[in-house]
């Protein structure tokens, strides 16, 4: 399946292939296909044909070392993630994580770790003193680079101050605010940027999605596109309808906030429930700060919704507004796994209804 967004950062790692750099940081939203872009680069540093001069290095897929790669058993690539990383994705790449991870006998009952420990990275220190096996580089990739916890990110420190010769680190991140700026800053970042909505949009409708649906899940996938194509193969198309239908319910004095919530938890699993509030207090936002309904995603999509909700919008300050959307950044950022998740949720919808009904 072809990227066409990811254009940008492959012209960029072809200037810079050019006096390659030993540590990339890849960054951008989920779902912008960001892992697709890094293997490619891993592999045209494993390929074993010489690069033509004048020419961007890239895999010939067919030497013996792009064999091994693509077969996933090319000893001179490590790739670093956090169990529950590997564990929620089905990705035939992420076997090459295995010698890093602990294996399932050994880890027993205990739930996935959510960290790229500081073990990890050691192992993969070691690792880069020995002298590479067939390629011409050692490349490593850590992912999600966020997922180090601040031991391992103390101890990478020590490749990116000295790093290993002939040795590559490419770091692929989501959230660049949870990544030290030692990290960041010995790191040449290349970005990978939301296309924007008729890109998009093409592109969902060449996978054989129709024009309507394209909308709506580009609307609710924040215009990531590969997140907007599982969302359409999927139910969260009408459960963001249904959230909003649920939402407009509580404004009306339909459904109490506990119905409410039990309605909204049926949907979706909390964190992704949170952030399609997120996103609806962003539209509910722009929407008091234009008067607009009409001008684009999300509620292009959802015109009928958001219209009833935008109903109990007039005279309602921005303030208020503003105020409801912190209160729901302070539940995000909250350990889901050990606070009372369905009391805070309470909590936002009561505040919700009290300052909107």
Known sequence: ??????????????????????????????????????????????????????EPRRACGRC???????????????????????????????????????????????????????????ALIDSFALSSHSAAYKVALIEPAEAMNINASNALLKLLEEPSPGSVLILVGNDLSRLPMTIRSRCIALAVDTPEEGQVLSWLMAQGLSEATAQKATAIAGGAPLTALQYARSEEISGFERLLETLTGLLNRQLDPVEAREALLKLQALPVLLAWLQKLMNWMIRYSQTGDTH???????????????????????????????????????????????????????????????
């Open 1 to 54: 399946m072809d990227y066409p967004w990811l254009q940008a950062g492959r012209e960029q790692f072809v200037r810079l292939s050019a006096q390659l750099p030993h540590a990339l940081l890849v960054y951008g939203s989920p779902g912008l296909a960001k892992h697709t872009l890094a293997m490619e680069m891993v592999a045209a540093l494993l390929c074993e044909s010489e690069p033509v001069a004048g």
């Open 64 to 122: 013996r070392s792009c064999t091994m790669f693509s077969s996933f058993n090319h000893p001179d690539f490590h790739y670093l993630s956090s169990e529950q990383f590997v564990e929620s994705r089905d990705n035939p790449d992420l076997v090459y994580t295995r010698r890093y991870l602990d294996p399932p006998e050994k880890r027993g009952k205990r739930k996935p770790r959510k960290v790229i420990s500081v073990d990890q990275v050691r």
């Open 295 to 357: 001008g684009g995603a999300p509620w292009r999509g959802y015109q009928r919704q958001f219209s009833a909700l935008s109903r109990k919008l007039a005279g309602v300050s921005q303030a208020v507004l503003f105020e409801l959307y912190d209160e729901l950044l302070e539940l995000r950022h909250q350990d889901l796994d050990v606070v009372n998740s369905a009391m805070l949720l309470d909590k936002w919808l009561i505040s919700f209804a009290r300052r909107l009904a």
